[in-house]
């Protein structure tokens, strides 16, 4: 049941502003909104909500600012709620985000020109949240080959296996996990001013879309989508000392983009699955994810074939509308295990859009049956090899 409290009005940004612009950047003197300060705001009724990002060496300086902005959004009439989210810019030193022109950037292993001078910088020391045992991120090269709803079935089949699992819907630019799932509340910050996640099917669940209108369109540079992604991982209660989770399962956007490559960069993965469809337009995609998973130093568990076929429904026969055997070759080739086929589905496509992922609504049917097939085989992938293995070298082409 959501707490959204649909009888308020919703704030005026001009007011909103002008309240913001009260509290000062301690930095410039300036008000919040008039420094720049103010990104990614949100007006709902009853509620207001915004990121202040930083440089990641002044957050203790602008800890005190976030409380004060919030304290004077709380009294304007009708906020019932409010949350300022203080995030931080990650820029490694010596790197920034646009190279001059003339420069180009990439991973050490696949450049696309010779560069002039090779500069190794060694990333941050990639963890991995606390309290959280092993990470695996779900893949795609390219959108629409079921990612997230492997992801989200995925997620439940380990959880019914008995697993304590996270969820973490990181692609900030489609958020879909929370439609998947049927949820619709908002998390609350815990004592420890550390996000709550909400629970689903034995799951803990974060996504962004559960922050910002479901139809809001996220207009957010690469920088800031990393940032916001850091914040999921590192601000998120997702174990306890007493209780650690034993998986955190992250549902990647689709691409080899700056969040994947920040996440690669902040976190310890295990390893990775990969999802595609059978026509060789996905593998050609399927084949750059896998190549910066390897340059990441990322093992893949494995490749999943998403709609392999259709069963005819008179006679159960596959008719092979994408072709088929196209995701047994991709792994093949880029030395993964094939971790097998789903059949397009009509009860997984609808268990997504009713919220109930089909492990659970439909537990006797094939869909669900291959799923806790693949949680078992991924589960036993992470037991027997999972990633050790030393940071990335991420070096920066100039």
């Given amino acids: 049941m959501s707490d959204h409290p649909f009888n308020a009005p919703t704030p005026e940004r001009g007011r909103v502003i002008a309240t913001l612009n009260g509290v000062k950047d301690p930095k410039t003197g300036r008000g919040l909104g008039e420094a720049g300060l103010v990104q990614a705001l949100v007006l709902r009724p009853g509620r207001v909500g915004f990121m202040l990002e930083v440089d990641r060496t002044e957050t203790a300086l602008y800890a005190p600012i976030r409380d004060a902005a919030e304290a004077a959004l709380s009294g304007l009439p009708g906020v019932e709620k409010v949350q300022v989210v203080l995030t931080t810019k990650d820029r490694p030193p010596g790197v920034s985000h646009a190279a001059p022109q003339g420069v180009s950037r990439g991973v050490s292993q696949g450049a696309q020109t010779e560069p002039r001078s090779a500069r190794p910088v060694r990333a941050t020391p990639a963890m991995k949240p606390a309290h959280v045992r092993q990470v695996i991120a779900v893949a795609s090269g390219k959108g629409g080959v ?232 991924v589960a036993d992938a992470l037991k027997h090899g999972g990633a050790q293995k030393p940071a990335p070298l991420i070096e920066i082409r100039d």
Avoid at 146 to 170: C, E, H, P, Q
Avoid at 252 to 271: E, S, W
């Fill in 146 to 377: 079921g990612k997230s709803t492997v992801a989200v079935n995925l997620s439940t089949a380990l959880a019914v296996l008995g697993y304590g699992v996270g969820l973490l819907d990181a692609d900030v630019y489609g958020p879909s996990v929370p439609r998947m799932l049927g949820l619709t509340q908002r998390p609350v910050l815990g004592s420890d001013k550390k996000l709550v996640p909400l629970l689903a099917f034995g799951m803990k669940v974060v996504s962004i879309g559960l922050l910002v209108d479901e139809g809001a369109p996220m207009i957010w540079r690469g920088p800031m989508a990393s940032s916001a992604l850091g914040q999921l991982l590192d601000d998120v209660a997702w174990g306890a000392p007493e209780a650690p989770l034993d998986i955190l399962v992250i549902d990647m956007p689709p691409g080899t983009g700056d969040v994947q490559l920040t996440l690669a960069q902040k976190v310890r993965l295990d390893g990775a699955v990969i999802v595609s469809t059978p026509q060789e337009v996905a593998l050609i995609d399927v084949r750059r994810g896998a190549a910066m998973f390897q340059q990441t130093h990322t093992p893949i568990l494995g490749v999943i074939e998403n709609m392999a076929y259709f069963p005819d429904p008179a006679t159960g026969e596959p008719i092979e509308i994408f072709g088929r055997g196209g995701g047994r070759r991709v792994a093949e080739e880029v030395g993964a295990p094939f971790l097998g086929e789903l059949p397009l589905d009509i009860s997984l496509r609808r268990s997504g859009d009713d919220g109930v992922p089909v492990v659970v609504s439909n537990p006797d049917g094939a869909s669900a049956i291959a799923f806790l097939g693949l949680a078992a085989a």
